[in-house]
């Protein structure tokens, strides 16, 4: 018997529609900022992300930009999100850039045997 995934809430659908939006306008620095987070979501322990130690810094001195503040947003509803969610989040993210995704999973599969 083959058991339907859950479906997706409307407010996750909303979350992740709105980071795809960003991503879209992102640059490729900052592309390749949230690539190192997503890979640190998906690899936690193995990677150490740009932005953990950049939050270790706690340069405070000026307010945060546009983009910290969405990834700031990302990463609390990344949180959220259950395992189909997010499942879900990279398939619409592949659609859009399947060359990121692509560069996603080749580095996750790059983690393989690291403490």
């Known amino acids: ?7 997706i809430s ?3 659908l909303q979350e992740q529609r709105c980071v795809l939006s ?3 306008g992102w640059t ?3 592309r390749e900022r949230f690539l190192q987070d997503l890979l640190g979501k998906a690899v936690p322990g193995k990677v150490c992300t740009l932005l953990d130690a950049l939050s270790t810094l706690q340069v405070k001195d000026r307010l945060p930009n546009i983009f910290e503040c969405q990834l700031r947003l990302w990463t609390q509803w990344f949180e959220s999100w ?6 879900h989040f990279l398939h619409m ?3 859009r850039d399947p060359v990121f995704v692509s560069h996603f999973y080749s580095s996750v599969a790059g983690t393989a045997g690291r403490d």
């Open 22 to 24: 960003w991503f879209q």
């Open 10 to 12: 409307y407010v996750t």
């Open 93 to 95: 993210l592949e659609e």
């Open 82 to 87: 259950g395992e189909e969610e997010r499942n």
């Open 28 to 30: 490729a620095t900052q």
């Open 1 to 7: 018997m083959l058991v339907k995934p859950e479906p």
